[in-house]
């Protein structure tokens, strides 16, 4: 009987602390809720730092929400998804929860172009309703675009339950933009700066830095021409030879990455274009 009673007091006492420090950490949360709230940013991630690493338990969603984005607000994405993931497996048996916390990564990843990252937290998503569905083949389709994959990018945009016919035609419109965006070839650029320097800036969209190439390197011809009448062309070559060749490659070189930039944004414009068609089409869909 004793024993028993031993036994019973020490489950009570045990029942009482875990109550108890439930009771503390609710209390905590509302602080740094209360924080939040005011914009006292900085003191409310702190607060919700110290309550994550002072908890044995699953917390509310929020705190692992409002963690993450402490960590965005200082460029530390690799932090932030870590938080997400955690708040995703301690959810592990509410699916609406785990879709919010990857529709954040989705967007974190986005963000910071990561979009291969992003389309594999997309495609996690298990909707658990038709908006739901639509959200998720919104960002995959728009994904895939991204990442230069239109057939697949068009096949998910066209499971949007508000994209009909004469959407997908304003969408193929868009698509020629596109498409002729893709064939951008980056080695072009170099070949047009070899044939004539500055040349292949100036088609992909930098003149400026075009013309300063193709002034620089004509001035050090001149020079060159110059020094080899006062003195000989072996001077010159000696001379000026090494830096004639290493602003001529530069220029090939810059004109590549100027083509691949040019085509990169060329590529991101056209698919804004589609993802406003799909946004109209969405808004005149609602009001119907």
């Known amino acids: 009987m004793m024993i028993r009673k031993i036994i019973l007091g020490i489950w009570i006492f045990n029942l009482s602390l875990s109550i108890s420090a439930q009771n503390k950490e609710k209390s905590n949360i509302e602080y740094a809720d209360y924080l939040y709230t005011s914009c006292q940013y900085e003191n409310a991630y702190k607060e919700y730092l110290r309550i994550y690493y002072n908890s044995n338990t699953t917390l509310d969603v929020q705190v692992y929400q409002r963690i993450a984005e402490k960590f965005v607000t200082v460029h530390d994405y690799p932090s932030a998804v870590k938080f997400l993931d955690i708040g995703y497996y301690a959810y592990h048996d509410q699916p609406k929860i785990q879709n919010d916390l990857l529709f954040q990564k989705v967007q974190l990843f986005i963000s910071t172009s990561s979009y291969q990252q992003a389309l594999v937290a997309a495609i996690q998503m298990v909707p658990e309703d038709s908006s739901r569905v ?16 239109p057939d697949q990018g068009l096949e998910y945009v066209s499971k949007l ?23 951008i070839n980056p080695k072009n650029a170099s070949l047009l700066s070899i044939i004539l320097p500055g040349l292949g800036q100036t088609v992909y969209g930098n003149p400026v830095d075009g013309v300063k190439s193709f002034g620089l390197l004509t001035g050090l011809a001149l020079l060159a021409i110059e ?44 698919t804004l274009t589609i993802v406003d068609l799909l946004q109209k089409s969405q808004v005149s869909s609602v009001k119907k």
Not at 139 to 147: D, M, V
Not at 242 to 264: D, V
């Open 134 to 149: 639509n959200q998720k083949n919104f960002y995959i389709g728009i994904l895939f675009f991204l990442l230069e994959k």
């Open 227 to 270: 020094t080899s009448q006062r003195l000989s062309w072996t001077d010159a070559l000696i001379s000026l030879g090494p830096w004639f060749a290493r602003y001529y490659i530069g220029g090939s070189i810059n004109a590549r990455k100027q083509a691949i930039t040019f085509r990169s944004n060329k590529i991101k414009k056209s």
């Open 161 to 183: 339950s508000y994209v009909h016919h004469g959407n997908l035609d304003e969408i193929h419109q868009a698509l020629s933009t596109y498409t002729k965006a893709l064939k």
